[in-house]
């Protein structure tokens, strides 16, 4: 299984106070999908840019399409600017395979926000939880930055590496301004309400 299936299927099991929004699930599933392109070597960060390496087949249908997906071009690529495009709806699309992929079994539409989430069995899900469990910093790191649990140790995270830091912290900043961005949508919307009942 891959980061971004693991991180899906921990959020999936998150119990309902702790719901994740889509849009910073998304946001962190991008950085999942950058983390193990690093790992195999699908590509090297120069900085905070992304700087493809060659283009990574994977069992996975998503993170093939996430190596074809990167800037080729120069100048390449930043981080920050990859979870933003790359993270557009990519909660729905894992959310989407995964329910294709257990086709044969029961179909329970998976939810976030509404309700509680319903996770479909997957032979990935024990890996996943196992893998949850052990605190395995990036997955463990990831989920922090959506409030599944609270941040790994500074060193272990360190010790990761600095591109795998780069990109963490990107999830981290990513999801600080998504949540900034609903609340001054929030401020404004509830201005232009008022603005309507005034006398």
Do not use: C
Request: aromatic share 4%; net charge negative.
């Amino acid at each position: 299984m891959t980061t971004p299936r693991d991180l899906l299927f921990v959020a999936m099991d998150a119990p309902s106070h702790q719901q994740v929004g889509q849009g910073d699930l998304s946001l962190a599933l991008a950085g999942a999908e950058l983390l193990d392109l690093l790992e195999t070597g699908g590509l090297t960060l120069d900085g905070d840019r992304i700087v493809p390496g060659a283009p990574q087949t994977a069992d996975d249908r998503l993170l093939t399409e996430a190596s074809a997906a990167l800037n080729r071009g120069e100048p390449h690529e930043t981080v920050p600017d990859w979870l933003w495009r790359r993270g557009q709806g990519l909660a729905t699309a894992y959310l989407d395979a995964v329910e294709e992929e257990n086709s044969g079994s029961p179909r329970r539409r998976i939810s976030l926000l509404v309700g509680r989430a319903d996770p479909l069995d997957s032979p990935g899900r024990k890996a996943a939880d196992e893998r949850w469990a052990s605190g395995e910093v990036r997955l463990a790191a990831l989920g922090a930055a959506v409030g599944l649990r609270d941040a790994p140790d500074a060193e272990a995270v360190e010790a990761t590496g600095d591109a795998v830091v780069t990109v963490l912290a990107a999830v981290d900043e990513a999801v600080v301004e998504l949540e900034a961005v609903r609340q001054r949508r929030s401020i404004e919307d509830a201005a232009f309400d008022n603005v309507w009942r005034a006398p």
